[in-house]
T-cell receptor
Framework: GENVEQHPSTLSVQEGDSAVIKCTYSDSASNYFPWYKQELGKRPQLIIDIRSNVGEKKDQRIAVTLNKTAKHFSLHITETQPEDSAVYFC?????????????FGTGTQLKVEL | DVKVTQSSRYLVKRTGEKVFLECVQDMDHENMFWYRQDPGLGLRLIYFSYDVKMKEKGDIPEGYSVSREKKERFSLILESASTNQTSMYLCASAPSGVRAEQYFGPGTRLTVT
């Protein structure tokens, strides 16, 4: 089955700096890579996703890049703000039109310091 | 707006008890999932269901079973609770097809003593 590794496990940045979280996956058949954000005490929520037919996707201050050859993808947050502090999870899936099971990474605790 | 609800936010049970965790979604999603979340281990899939009465094992199904008698409801059952099942349990639902976003419930913090 799929295996997703995520690094780093914790990340501390100064407000306004950029943050990068990296993930690798093992199954070359995976074609869908979402990122979820979980604020303290709240449920995970999708913030951005990318499919294997594109190499990069941006949404305001967040972007995701995908390197299919190397089987890795990354989340980039620019101009970080205190409200970006949360746990971020990457995931991988092979979209089949059916169950679409996700395999999650172990999470990155991002702390944005003032 | 998608709503996924779980029957309890906090639950305390004794070792050996049978435990039922319920999840309900109101968006007519075909797929429903049960995860457990532990520090440093991320979200691990226990079971999922892609249709009524259909179920598939996830990565850590041992000690758990599930039931999906109606499309909107997915139950997780701990047949005989053990202390190593103390965890946060998250339910999620998702539509089939290319719209793969999973919508999570608020979670149930289960403590087994």
């Amino acid at each position: 089955g799929e295996n997703v590794e995520q690094h780093p496990s914790t990340l501390s940045v100064q407000e306004g700096d950029s943050a990068v979280i990296k993930c690798t996956y093992s199954d070359s058949a995976s074609n869908y890579f979402p990122w979820y954000k979980q604020e303290l005490g709240k449920r995970p929520q999708l913030i951005i996703d990318i499919r294997s037919n594109v190499g990069e996707k941006k949404d305001q201050r967040i972007a995701v890049t995908l390197n299919k050859t190397a089987k890795h993808f990354s989340l980039h947050i620019t101009e970080t703000q205190p409200e970006d502090s949360a746990v971020y999870f990457c995931a991988a899936s092979q979209l089949t039109g059916g169950g679409n099971k996700l395999t999650f990474g172990t999470g990155t605790q991002l702390k944005v310091e003032l | 707006d998608v709503k996924v609800t779980q029957s309890s936010r906090y639950l305390v049970k004794r070792t050996g008890e049978k435990v039922f965790l319920e999840c309900v979604q109101d968006m007519d999603h075909e797929n429903m999932f049960w995860y457990r979340q532990d520090p440093g281990l991320g979200l691990r899939l226990i079971y999922f269901s892609y249709d009524v009465k259909m179920k598939e094992k996830g990565d850590i199904p041992e000690g758990y079973s599930v039931s999906r008698e109606k499309k909107e409801r997915f139950s997780l059952i701990l047949e005989s609770a053990s202390t190593n099942q103390t965890s946060m349990y998250l339910c999620a639902s998702a539509p089939s097809g290319v719209r793969a976003e999973q919508y999570f419930g608020p979670g149930t913090r289960l403590t087994v003593t």
